[in-house]
């Protein structure tokens, strides 16, 4: 009796199963009817926009930094799962002053075949109905919409495939596509694309507004003044220019999977900005002793260990990525042995100083951090991390994380550690530095270069630095040492003297 019910079971949700595979077709048809694609194979598109650079906000709870995209052009070939697009820029400094001309590229081929890069071609409201009518979709309604979903033929480094969610609204066009993205700091990561404000182009529809979001906040955007299908310069828009020097390169190679059916693999090679890519990790770094059990920890991103009576505190434990911020903890317990990390320090929350902090959470360790990051950290630390599990995913420990507001002070019978919080600083809320009274030694991140020989003191002043010598000032801070946590050209220690000569004093 049982497993005549287990069979009927069976069949009943490989019938529910049948009937939602036909009714997605049905909704695909039709969507595809609506928005004129049934015989598009190619689209370009043409407007002014934006990127925004993940993780690098001011504030770790606001939206991430914008660079204007002038000129907007984007051709996208989905018989090839190719794609180019261009644009030009201009983003000011920081530190002030006039605004940078440059210029933005995107190449997708499809040599350029991970899902990092595919992504950007089938989440666009073409390309999710092309890769749903290509991939086994299913169907479901919620809310008056028609919520499609289909998996990719790619699998993320976990083994499993990525998954596309599309919403399909009453006039069947494509509002909104959801696809997920591993990443070191925010596992599995929401890539949204939000399309709105369609037109219509002699049958064909196109967003007049379209948005990416990753992480909860844009990523990309886009006002389009025009589109059209199948364009008739299509391989002339899709192939880069020759680089000087070079020979020209032809338009991506045949052969290539069909629509929404690229192949495994690949590195990510554009799309929406991200942030800046970290240095290689060093296999082993060195340490230089500063102090009685105070360690620099060297590398492009550079660390400090203290030794307590019973435990170990890290400066910038987490920087770049999981391995490097593995081969700091390593590091510190060689030159401080038999101790357990109890904390590790934070300078801000930008990913270059960030993202190896699973690691740190794998350790056991307290991540001690501004309140104004608190709530960030938290969230990005507790997502899922299935599509490609990390040192703390698998140690299947949680976050400890305690904020602080102006001043935090470590101390035992052996050592005093000072936190202090740096106000005033454009670069980012939040920032902390360490110092210690007794050694006075100053650590910070992100405020003060030594200048070039050329500019010995650099006009306009760098804000940066002005910041961080009147809060040293305002402190009271009397450092004879100061580290940077970005190694200096050329790596050395810096003093009080240093700075104030780089500002003219």
């Known amino acids: 009796m049982f497993k005549k019910t287990i069979c009927v079971m ?49 504030n770790a709870n606001g939206p991430w930094p914008r660079t204007n995209l002038n000129d907007y052009t984007r051709a996208i070939d989905f018989t090839q799962s190719a794609s180019r697009a261009t644009a030009v820029t201009w983003s000011a400094p920081v530190t002030g002053g006039a605004a940078a001309q ?50 990719t033929t790619q699998k993320a480094p976990s083994g499993i495939a990525y998954k596309v969610v599309g919403y399909i609204n009453d006039k069947n066009l494509v509002e909104k596509v959801e696809t997920w993205l591993e990443h070191p700091f925010f596992g599995d990561m929401l890539v949204e694309g939000v399309y709105t404000d369609y037109r219509d182009n002699n049958g064909f529809k196109f967003p007049g507004t379209m948005v990416q ?32 020097g070079r020979g020209a390169g032809g338009p991506a190679p045949a052969g290539a999977p069909p629509a929404g059916a690229p192949p495994a693999g690949g590195q990510r090679a554009g ?57 700091i903890i390593a590091e510190a317990k060689k030159v401080i042995p038999n101790k357990p990390i109890r904390y590790s320090i934070l300078s801000h929350h930008h990913l270059d100083h960030s993202q190896g902090l699973p690691a740190v959470v794998a ?22 991390r299935t599509l490609a599990p990390d040192v703390m995913s698998k140690s299947g420990k949680k976050p400890k994380i305690e904020g602080i507001t102006d001043k935090r002070v470590l101390q035992d019978d052996t050592r005093t550690v000072e936190i202090h919080h740096i106000v005033g600083l454009p670069h980012a809320d939040g920032l902390l530095v360490v110092y ?62 240093d700075i104030r000569k780089s500002l003219g004093k």
């Not at 009817?33 to 002014?48: E, L, P, R, T, W």
């Open 271 to 327: 799309g929406a900005a991200t942030a800046p890519a970290s240095p290689a990790a060093p296999a082993g770094p060195t340490s230089e002793k500063l102090a009685d059990g105070v360690y620099r920890i060297n590398g492009a991103y550079n660390a400090l260990a203290f030794e307590f009576r019973d435990h170990i505190v890290l400066f910038e434990g987490g920087p770049q990525t999981e391995a490097r911020s593995l081969a």
């Open 363 to 384: 350790e056991g360790a307290t991540i001690i951090t501004h309140d104004v990051n608190k709530a960030y950290l938290e969230k990005a630390l507790t997502t899922p």
């Open 10 to 58: 069976a069949c009943l949700l490989l019938a529910c199963l049948t009937i939602s595979a036909q009714d997605a077709k049905s909704v695909i048809s039709a969507a595809s009817k609506a928005m004129g694609i049934d015989n598009v194979n190619s689209v370009m598109f043409y407007g002014s926009g934006a990127n925004f650079t993940l993780g690098q906000s001011n």
């Open 102 to 151: 440059g210029a933005f590229n995107q190449n997708i081929t499809t040599a350029n075949n991970g899902w990092a890069q595919q992504l950007e071609i089938w989440i666009t409201p073409w390309g999710f109905l092309k890769g749903a009518a290509a991939n086994n979709a299913t169907v479901r309604t919620q809310g008056g919409k028609k919520i499609v979903t289909w998996n």
């Open 213 to 244: 979001k990753r992480a909860g906040w844009p990523t990309f955007e886009a006002q389009l003044l025009g589109a059209r299908p199948n364009p008739s310069n299509l391989a002339e828009l899709i192939t880069p220019p020759p680089a000087p």
């Open 436 to 497: 210690l009274p007794k050694e006075r030694i100053l650590s910070y991140a992100d405020m003060f270069n030594l200048p070039t020989a050329a500019a010995p003191v650099p006009n306009p002043p760098v804000v940066g630095t002005q910041v961080f010598l009147a809060n040293i000032e305002r402190l009271n801070l009397q450092p004879e040492k100061i580290m940077s946590v970005h190694s200096l050209n050329p790596d050395r220690l810096t003093n009080l003297d």
